[in-house]
T-cell receptor, first 111, second 116 residues
Framework: AQSVTQPDIHITVSEGASLELRCNYSYGATPYLFWYVQSPGQGLQLLLK??????LVQGIKGFEAEFKRSQSSFNLRKPSVHWSDAAEYFCAVGTGNQFYFGTGTSLTVIP | GAVVSQHPSWVICKSGTSVKIECRSLDFQATTMFWYRQFPKQSLMLMAT?????????EQGVEKDKFLINHASLTLSTLTVTSAHPEDSSFYIC????????????FGQGTRLTVV
């Protein structure tokens, strides 16, 4: 069965510091992988996605993610965090026409 | 492009009444729409898959008579919470896949339902 694990429930970083949010998935084939961001009371905004090809994908707002098949991981990174990045981040696996979401990582940014 | 609009953004209703939530794809046709429920500080849980012109497919544990889904056109799906109770209070989010693009999903802004 498909599953998505985000090991970190909550992360706090200082503004300007680097960020890495972890995501591991379980799926029998090469999945379609996504990272979404959700601000309080809002829907989900797509940050980036991986379908195939280059395993390092660039997204919006300066985010990037690297697909590592050997580790079944798709970690999200940003070299310098801004206070406006504080939000909930969800990793998702797309299979056929369904999405499976991780439990999310809440990011707090301190001045 | 690829905008999904959900309406209303928030609604308060009395116990026992029904509430309808609309999900519209504004600039694309969506043969499939999905309805999710999200509890505070938790992830999105898929409730049902809505297919245009056919019955929705509900996930295990979701009461189909409680959560009525209608996907009457390629741009509109509705979720009706019938005989709402306080435990139905939640954040409901829809998503839509553009026709023929099964791996792309665009999300509405969500609906905060509070049942009092």
């Amino acid at each position: 069965a498909q599953s998505v694990t985000q090991p970190d429930i909550h992360i706090t970083v200082s503004e300007g510091a680097s960020l890495e949010l972890r995501c591991n998935y379980s799926y029998g084939a090469t999945p379609y992988l996504f990272w979404y961001v959700q601000s309080p009371g809002q829907g989900l905004q797509l940050l980036l996605k991986y379908f195939s090809g280059d395993t390092l994908v660039q997204g919006i707002k300066g985010f990037e993610a690297e697909f590592k098949r050997s580790q079944s991981s798709f970690n999200l990174r940003k070299p310098s965090v801004h206070w406006s990045d504080a939000a909930e981040y969800f990793c998702a696996v797309g299979t056929g026409n369904q999405f499976y979401f991780g439990t999310g990582t809440s990011l707090t940014v301190i001045p | 492009g690829a905008v999904v609009s959900q309406h209303p953004s928030w609604v308060i209703c009395k116990s026992g009444t029904s509430v309808k939530i609309e999900c519209r794809s504004l600039d694309f046709q969506a043969t499939t729409m999905f309805w999710y429920r999200q509890f505070p500080k938790q992830s999105l849980m898929l409730m049902a898959t809505s297919n245009e012109g056919s019955k929705a497919t509900y996930e295990q544990g979701v009461e189909k008579d409680k959560f009525l889904i209608n996907h009457a056109s390629l741009t509109l799906s509705t979720l009706t919470v019938t005989s709402a109770h306080p435990e139905d209070s939640s954040f409901y989010i829809c998503s839509a896949n553009p026709r023929g693009r099964f791996t792309e999903a665009f999300f509405g802004q969500g609906t905060r339902l509070t049942v009092v």
